[in-house]
């Protein structure tokens, strides 16, 4: 089949799928991108993770078992401690309902809802966690995971292509709320840029991938002087996007200043000194070109931001 042929029928299937109940995404305008000037700062990026790396770096074994009934929020990184243990010895299912009483009691904090999300994730139970998210108060953090839980969906081999559109859809969705309310939040930005980089070329979505992680990459110009553990990944991403446009050149360009910032990045030595058909080999593998690539498992995992 001809491949345009092809391309207007997926995108004509993906509108067919999600069209009811669901407002029609539009699909080629550009996005509207921020200017980061000088009055704008690491606060307003949302990058202020003191709150989750001071839990895991003072955790201590539990000095006691606490009963689900028992949590409270004075005991919660206790209880914290113990769910961590029972996932270790694996049993998720008992670490879920420990966490899901943590949640609770604080929505706030990422390192709680993210391991919960990721535990439903590992039992195949992504349902479960946006049915539980529901009951809870919508904060910045329940709503970022709702948006990743969505991205989860795509590890599904029984998902066809209309229904990981559909899935990265619903995603971007909750992450453009994110960003009305927030523009300059970083993490939402990237990963409505992942979203985007992962769908077939055909459909016109990796100029939008372009747009959000240019802002990252801009980003990492202004405050790469404060640690984030995904600025490597800023110049990864915008570095495949633009191979993946079909502008190699610029993509190697971004690929080599992020490897001159960050030489002991193993996805930026990967991506060293390529030729060009090298380089849209890589791509190819990682991100797909004409087709609907299903992302790494561990792409929504947190945890790396504070361990």
């Known amino acids: 089949m001809d491949k345009k042929i092809l391309f207007g029928f997926l995108f004509l299937v993906f509108f067919i799928a999600f069209g009811a109940g669901m407002k029609l995404y539009d699909f080629y305008k550009s996005y509207d991108i921020p200017r980061l000037d000088q009055n704008v700062s690491l606060n307003n990026l949302n990058l202020n993770f003191e709150k989750e790396t001071e839990l895991v770096q003072n955790l201590t074994e539990p000095q006691q078992i606490i009963s689900l009934e028992d949590i409270n929020i004075d005991n919660l990184e206790e209880a914290y401690s113990l769910s961590r243990n029972l996932a270790k010895e694996g049993n998720k299912q008992d670490a879920i309902s420990y966490l899901k009483e943590i949640v609770k009691l604080d929505p706030t904090n990422l390192v709680y809802i993210n391991e919960l999300r990721i535990l439903y994730l590992e039992m195949k139970k992504t349902d479960l966690f946006l049915e539980f998210t529901q009951t809870l108060t919508e904060t910045y953090e329940v709503k970022l995971n709702n948006a990743l839980a969505y991205v989860d ?21 909750i992450l453009d709320e994110m960003l009305e309310e927030n523009p300059y939040d970083l993490l939402a930005r990237y990963a409505r840029g992942l979203n985007n980089l992962y769908w077939p070329s055909g459909l016109q979505r990796t100029s939008k991938a372009i747009d959000d992680l240019t802002f990252c990459v801009s980003a990492e110009e202004k405050f790469g002087d404060q640690y ?79 361990e």
Not at 283 to 306: C, H, K, M, Y
């Open 153 to 173: 969906y795509l590890q599904s081999p029984d998902l066809g292509t209309a229904n990981l559109g559909q899935k990265s859809v619903q995603s971007i969705t």
């Open 228 to 306: 984030f553990e995904f600025w490597p990944d800023c110049f990864i991403t915008l570095g495949d996007a633009y191979v993946k446009d079909g502008d190699i050149e610029k993509g190697k360009q971004v690929w080599e200043k992020g490897e001159h910032k960050y030489p002991n990045n193993e996805g930026l030595k990967d991506r060293s000194n390529l030729s060009d058909k090298e380089a849209v080999k890589l791509v190819t593998e990682v991100r797909g070109i004409d087709i609907f690539q299903r992302p790494d498992a561990s792409i929504t995992n947190l945890n790396v931001i504070w």
